[in-house]
């Protein structure tokens, strides 16, 4: 066995093991390892480098499975998509020409367009790294987390068009026939549904990742990862799309884990590129509160805001590839590609602790940072009212509805379901069912819930176990409830961790779907067990079939 790919491993694991261990990411400990075995004298491999693109591109891949096109289209994403990239281009474009003005080492030697060029790498946020971060809170569906997706995916169009336009070389004439691409949906839809939940739905996915999506737009001139997202984006509403995302949620993690060992690989630093990059690490106060008055102006909350900007306080690896692009041009030194590198590292940590802390922070600064909401709250992101409901089910999935329409036979319109999508809000509204659209992620959302002393249920229904605990959390805080609050659980240990928070009943999908299955059975069949047993009882009336 190859003794090199054993120690990048073990050194993987072992810095993100104690990093995990610190409350951080293990993809911080992932990054840090990649600086370590640059340090012992081991360079980025072709192989290393194939299989981190390869995680970029299914991570992309999975990212449009789970996109609505409805959120790119919202003005909050284009819009402030648009004018924040503005802004922080203009913001670290004065900052650098202030540096070069006082002759500080790197920037004096980077001309007018070299001054722009590292203004607009900046500019970006890593889509790897913010939905990474959403993952691990569980909080991709929330509205930050939709927000900050939609506007990193604008930003990939914007990183698209430059590349097209720096390389000097036009798509194909026949990259226009991409826009035939929906035509294939139904086709891609039949073969989905012969995939089954296997070994083969997993292969579907990575061949329409590379093949369809990476391959094609490559082949044709553009760039391969904007192929994988679409090619994501045409079974996005597909039944079994998520699913497809969950089966190769695993294989995805494990290539990104050589993603961020490749960054610290790029290059061994000295003690001037650390300075240069901690000194860039420091403006990404301003670029974060670029987001946030940017966010507020569309009529969002503070929190929402503020949120969706920690996802986004951080430099993207797309900063590497134009800084590589850059050098290979010869429009900058090879020392900004190590800058870059320790920059984005370092933006990595800083946003992470950022998150981590999110909560906490916002408290804090709740009162300050709510003088720059507006008055008029954006549609989604407005207080939530339950009327005169006894029963809440959050989380109307495929479980959260089969909750709703069984209590709904007894207890008619007192239960009430609430979901984060306003679309699918709308959809059990046209079938006749009282739904209202709230993000049981948000905090706010707890703080703000007008509970009346009818409400004598909460489910907690949610898909996810960590959005369940998160409710359960908040749910805690409030002052002498009178109601139960029920939810359900994957696993033994998601059980026990929720009966700690005061939940209970705790329905165990796994352990009950068994119990549930023999009594859907025994319900159907009692007729027809029963005149076999009477028979047998008569054949041989000695034996006790009860027992």
Known sequence: MDHTLLLFIGTAFSFGMLINMTGLPPMVGFLIAGFALNYLGFEESQTLSTLAHLGVTLLLFSIGLKLNIRTLLKREVWGGASIQMFCSVLFYSLLLLIFKQLGLSFFNHLDTPGLILVAFLLSFSSTVFAVKILEAKSETNSLYGRIAIGMLIMQDIFAVLFLTISVGELPSIWAFGLFALPLLRPILFKLLDRAGHGELLVLYGVFLALGMGAGLFEYLGLEADLGALVAGMLLAS???????????????????????????????PNIDHFMIAILLSCLLLGKTALYFFTLTKFNLRSRTSLFAAFSLANYSEFGLIVASLAYAKGWLSSD??????????LSFIISALLNKYSDPIYSHFTHSLKRFQSKRLHKDDRPVRVGDAQILVMGMGRIGVGAYDALKIHYGKKVMGVDYDHQTTIKHRKLGRRVITGDALDSDFWTKLQLTDNIKLILLAMPDHNGNRYAAEQLNKIDHYNFKVAALAHYKDDEKELHKLGVAPVFNMYEEAGSGFAHHVWAELADTLSEENALKETKNPNVNFEE
């Open 238 to 268: 597909h039944r079994t799309a998520k699913d497809m995302a969950n089966a190769l949620f695993n294989m995805k993690e494990i290539f990104l884990i050589c993603f961020f060992l490749s960054i610290g690989l790029k290059g061994l």
């Open 336 to 345: 900004w590609l190590t800058i870059t590198a320790i920059a984005v590292s």
